[in-house]
């Protein structure tokens, strides 16, 4: 089904001297209204051509995608359209911007809501890097024409979970999205805290893994692996292929579990040891199991797929003493059954790691430096920011990309 799109969008304006044209995607649930304030104005210039809907939530299909065209810069933390105190704006030049494909707004994209990070209808896209164009009252570290990589995300600093080290649980934690548009304002909190100046030498698109990365080492990290340590890593998406490469940089035995044939080939070449690949084995927990020594399985086991049998499956290919993180996040309401009986008495450690930290970011963003990461090979495509519509279906689809660049 279509929307009467204009009836939607009444509600943006021009924010004022300060404002930038942005070509913003838009993803909107069924049934409800735009998330943004404002005035009253109509949107200008609205191309219908841009328009597409690919299903509705009610039959778990896509969350429909809408292009907007000319839009006005919006903050698109608080959709406030009033001033830019304490934000500084990143922006396009002709090579200047750019945003990445992530399978978080994939599942966004698809599921049509997501637990944490973003309540559609909202804008969309937090990979980004980008100059900076315009300064908000206040910020002092940066200058305009500084190349940067902002991150999506900053914790307050004063709730329990911050004062325990555990920011990415903060009750207060503020997260950006919209990183698929021309230009982004970054709030205060995330200038302050998780705002990185790149090295000359940086491209944005290599600067923009951050974010993904520091996902991907928040999980190692917190699965405390020990030097020679043998991990299996189930899933080689985009984020297993990240925990693949910093767990084998580590110095880590890594061992890959994946499906398809292209993923055997991208595995190994970011450093597993030893693959195992559904399909060609009748049971993928003793396959994993026969890789270690005396077949009591791995040290760490990391799910990086999203589905309850990947998480009984990592239960079960580790060792006596083991941990097994829960890294993958599956749709609400999923259910799993675990074997308490092997839980117990095998003493194995259960964790799961959600989202990342200031601290972590920047681990990420030094492993991103270090000549040894291969950051330009998760680069596998670019796109035009009109086509974004066409790039998500096509990654629904399972192709061999693992990043694709999107650039206004």
Avoid at 222 to 228: F, I, T
Avoid at 236 to 253: K, M, S, V
Wanted: negative net charge.
């Amino acid at each position: 089904m279509l929307y009467d799109i204009k009836d939607m969008l009444t509600q943006l304006s021009d924010t004022g001297p300060h404002a930038a044209a942005a070509s913003i995607p838009v993803a909107f649930p069924v049934d409800q209204d735009l998330c943004v304030n404002v005035k009253n104005q109509p949107i200008v210039d609205l191309d219908s051509s841009y328009l597409s809907a690919f299903g509705t939530l009610e039959t778990a299909e896509l969350t429909p995608l809408v292009q907007l065209d000319w839009i006005y810069g919006i903050n698109t933390q608080t959709g406030s359209t009033t001033g830019t105190t304490g934000t500084v704006a990143t922006a396009t030049t002709s090579s200047g911007r750019l945003a990445l494909t992530c399978g978080t707004d994939l599942k966004v994209y698809r599921r049509g809501y997501h637990a944490k990070m973003i309540v559609p209808p909202a804008l969309f896209g937090h990979e980004v890097a980008g100059t900076v164009v315009e300064l908000g009252t206040g910020v002092t570290r940066f200058a305009v024409g500084d190349r940067v990589v902002a991150l999506n995300s900053a914790p307050c600093g004063n709730c329990y979970y911050c004062k325990r080290q555990q920011e990415n649980l903060c009750e207060h934690l503020i997260f950006n999205n919209g990183a698929y548009a021309k230009f982004i304002r970054i709030p205060d909190a995330i200038v302050a805290q998780n705002t990185l100046k790149l090295p000359d030498s940086m491209p944005f698109e290599q600067a923009a893994l951050t974010e993904p990365l520091a996902c991907a080492l928040h999980a190692l990290l917190d699965s405390d692996p020990k030097p020679n340590d043998t991990i299996a890593i189930i899933g080689a998406g985009p984020l297993g292929l990240l925990l693949i490469h910093a767990a084998a940089l580590q110095g880590l035995r890594v061992i890959a579990v994946v499906k398809r044939d292209e993923q055997v080939t991208l595995a190994k070449h970011f450093g597993a040891h030893q693959v195992v690949q559904l399909g060609t084995v009748n049971d993928p927990i003793a396959a994993v199991r026969a890789l270690t020594d005396d077949m009591r399985g791995v040290d760490i086991a990391i799910e990086a797929v999203a589905t309850a049998q990947t998480w009984q499956w990592a239960v079960e290919m580790v060792r006596k003493g083991g941990t097994v993180n829960f890294f993958g996040g599956p749709p609400a309401g999923t259910k799993v059954e675990l074997d308490t009986n092997l839980l117990h008495y095998s003493d194995i450690t259960l964790l799961a790691t959600f989202h990342h930290t200031p601290t972590i970011c920047r681990k990420a963003f030094e492993l991103i430096c270090d000549e040894r990461f291969l950051a330009a090979d998760f680069l596998t495509s670019r796109a035009k920011l009109v086509d974004l519509g066409a790039v998500l279906r096509r990654l629904m689809n399972r192709t061999n990309d693992i990043k694709t660049v999107i650039v206004p």
